[in-house]
Nanobody, 121 residues
Framework: VQLVESGGGLVQPGGSLRLSCATSGFTFSSESMGWFRQAPGKEREFVAAITWSGSITDYVDSVKGRFTISRDNDKNTLYLQLDSLKPEDTAIYYC???????????????WGQGTQVTVSS
């Protein structure tokens, strides 16, 4: 299983980025996928998830209306569009195969290495 994130960088507040996660080694089209992030000094947190078909998406409240998760099953690639970025979005962003827990939260199973997003003027 391999997941490789790209697309991070330095952006000003209010700016946009598009993250990509290229995958291989498993049947991407059968897996729910997600994005997580970890800010300096904080625990890793769930950001967004998408079902295998792309028909259902979930977001943490802090990014609703600003971030959009999507996928291309023909390209085995997961995306995260980040708009209206804020300094508090600064973090390392990870993609992962994802499942919903019995408690209703999301858990990542296989992880990429992460891509840094820095929002600063």
């Amino acid at each position: 299983v391999q997941l490789v994130e790209s697309g991070g960088g330095l952006v000003q507040p209010g700016g946009s980025l598009r993250l990509s996660c290229a995958t291989s080694g498993f049947t991407f089209s059968s897996e729910s996928m997600g994005w997580f992030r970890q800010a300096p000094g904080k625990e890793r947190e769930f950001v967004a998830a998408i079902t295998w078909s792309g028909s259902i998406t979930d977001y943490v409240d802090s990014v609703k209306g600003r971030f959009t998760i999507s996928r291309d099953n023909d390209k085995n690639t997961l995306y995260l569009q980040l708009d209206s970025l804020k300094p508090e979005d600064t973090a390392i962003y990870y993609c992962a195969t994802t499942r919903r827990t019995l408690e209703g939260t999301f858990r990542g199973d296989s992880w990429g290495q992460g891509t840094q997003v820095t929002v600063s003027s």
